[in-house]
């Protein structure tokens, strides 16, 4: 599997932004997906995942801002993120926890 993100970009504060994943597969077969983040000089952290039958779960420090969901007739992974914090400053990757992972896509969040 091949993934490719992208629909990073610098957004102000409060401001939103949507990430795509796509994948050269069928993502319908892929039991887990999801996005994590890396901020520098800090671990890569779970932002959300999804599963096939659909259940979805978040990081605390995104729930109700965050929304994760997938497009499978164009395998596509997304996360709309909303009311953006500097906090969320990082390179956001898309992984199906099968050893694959997006190249990463910058997400700068001005104050």
């Known amino acids: 599997v091949q993934l490719q993100a992208s629909g990073g970009g610098l957004v102000q504060a409060g401001g939103s932004l949507r990430l795509s994943c796509s994948s050269s597969e069928d993502i319908s077969n892929i039991p887990m997906m999801g996005w994590r983040r890396q901020a520098p000089g800090k671990q890569r952290n779970p932002v959300a995942i999804i599963s096939n039958l659909g259940s979805k779960d978040y990081a605390a420090s995104v729930k109700g801002r965050f929304t994760i969901s997938r497009d499978i007739t164009k395998n596509t992974l997304y996360l709309q993120m909303n009311s953006l914090r500097p906090e969320d400053t990082a390179v956001y990757y898309c992984?199906?926890?099968?050893?694959?992972w997006g190249q990463g896509t910058q997400v700068t969040v001005s104050s």
């Open positions: 992984t199906d926890y099968q050893g694959a």
